[in-house]
């Protein structure tokens, strides 16, 4: 984790939540995105609840994909040296995809240890954190033509960020659902080789306690569109779409600049949140 303030203290509280799941299929059966259902203004609702691990699988040596791994909905948490499940830098993953990997229908339990790192393109596919560890995934491809998607799936607890973008290039996610949080996905802020990042999150349930969804540092070109977020239980609103940022190479802490759309960076218009 390189950059961006964490929360006082780590978040324990269990958020409740059922959504209605698409007739005959069960969550074991979960093989992409969060199922989707529509209401009757056409607007699409992640409707998938948290699967049931099929069996669990300790991993004390990060596991390296290519090409595609798919994880049959087990749940996979670290032990030995990836026993950690703290906020401490420079942790091995559970999962290290190569160039253009995919890993699907994963659970990742509890300690998490650093979760996946991509080195380059690589798709994630159905996969579950239920406790965040140092972050769930961090992308890491050097290339502006990377592409990053997450599809479906959810994290829980995370103390700081879900996502960190520290690579160039552009992430995607959709059908993602994410609840006690810091920040969603944050465009590293001081790491010592910037790059310009592009961030689309479309069509995610997003649940209070959170602090932020999308962190993108202007001074590089960054951009973040949001379309449809539902954030439940933050009347308030008190958790902020997107924040700008003025990134930096030298490891300072970055400056936060302002927050809100500006139709520049922060490309989202009101009606691309709701609460509930």
């Known amino acids: 984790m390189t950059s961006a303030q964490r929360p006082a203290g780590r978040h324990?509280?269990?958020?409740?939540?059922?959504r209605a799941v698409l007739?005959?299929?069960a969550a074991a059966g979960l093989t992409g995105a969060a199922l989707l259902t529509t209401t009757l203004t056409g607007t699409a609702n992640a409707a998938a609840d948290w699967p049931t691990p099929g069996?669990?699988?300790a991993v004390s040596k990060t596991i390296e994909v290519s090409g595609t791994y798919d994880g049959g909905l087990k749940r996979f948490y670290g032990s030995g040296d990836l026993g950690g499940d703290g906020q401490d830098e420079g942790q091995d993953p559970i999962f290290k995809l190569k160039d253009g990997a995919v890993l699907k229908n994963v659970v990742i339990g509890s300690p998490?240890?650093?979760?996946?790192?991509?080195?380059?393109s690589c798709t994630l596919q159905n996969v579950w954190w239920e406790d965040v560890g140092e972050d769930a995934a961090s992308f890491k491809g050097t290339s502006s033509g990377a592409t990053y998607t997450v599809t479906g799936g959810g994290a829980k607890k995370a103390d700081d960020k879900v996502f960190q973008?520290?690579?160039a290039g552009k992430l995607n996610i959709?059908?993602?659902q994410v609840s006690d949080f810091g920040k969603l996905v944050r465009s590293c802020g001081n790491c010592s080789t910037q790059y310009k990042r592009t961030i689309s999150v479309s069509n995610v349930d997003v649940t209070a306690p959170g602090k932020s969804l999308v962190g993108i540092n202007t001074n590089y070109g960054d951009t973040a569109t949001l379309k449809s977020i539902r954030i439940h239980g933050d009347s308030s609103k008190?958790?902020?779409p997107c924040v700008r940022y003025t990134g930096n190479d030298d490891g300072d802490e970055p400056v936060e600049t302002g927050s809100g759309p500006?139709?520049?960076?922060?490309?989202?218009?009101?009606?691309?949140?709701?609460y509930n």
């Open 174 to 176: 959709s059908g993602f």
């Open 23 to 25: 007739g005959g299929v």
């Open 238 to 240: 008190k958790i902020k």
């Open 165 to 167: 973008f520290n690579g």
């Open 112 to 120: 998490a240890a650093d979760g996946v790192h991509c080195s380059g």
């Open 262 to 274: 500006d139709g520049t960076y922060c490309r989202y218009s009101t009606s691309d949140i709701s």
């Open 55 to 57: 069996g669990s699988q």
């Open 12 to 18: 324990r509280r269990t958020i409740g939540r059922r």
